[in-house]
């Protein structure tokens, strides 16, 4: 089992930045790869990002290039979502999941938490 813990989130303005962080418990973190996923309201959950269990294999949805960066720190359990340049739509609940595969389909993860919000005003 896998406990995750998201923070960071809250208010921003357009053009600004936020960092995500995303805690997890368990002594096996490493090997997990790590997912950040959003959903705005009315809209179907996706896929932002994800990393290997060893950092060095990384994936990035079109919308996220450029502006996220993914990353964790194995030794402190957590993994991290810098978003910079942020636009309004990128106004969501946003995610951090647990799989077995770096993939961007949400069903490839088993451990979810419970999620942050993330507004950014324009």
């Known amino acids: 089992q896998v406990q995750l813990v998201e923070s960071g989130g809250g208010l921003v303005q357009a053009g600004g930045s936020l960092r995500l962080s995303c805690a997890a418990s368990?002594?096996?973190?490493?090997?997990?790869?790590m997912g950040w996923f959003r959903q705005a309201p009315g809209k179907e959950r996706e896929f932002v990002a994800a990393?290997?269990?060893?950092?060095?294999?990384?994936s990035y949805a079109d919308s996220a290039k450029g502006r996220f960066t993914i990353s964790r720190d194995n030794a402190k359990n957590t993994v991290y979502l810098q978003m910079n340049s942020l636009k309004p739509e990128d106004t969501a609940v946003y995610y951090c999941?647990?799989?077995?595969?770096?993939?961007?389909?949400?069903?490839?993860?088993?451990?979810w938490g419970q999620g942050t919000q993330v507004t950014v005003s324009s």
């Open positions: 368990g002594r096996t973190f490493s090997s997990y790869v």
């Open positions: 990393i290997t269990g060893s950092g060095s294999g990384k």
């Open positions: 999941a647990a799989g077995s595969a770096l993939s961007r389909w949400s069903r490839e993860y088993d451990y």
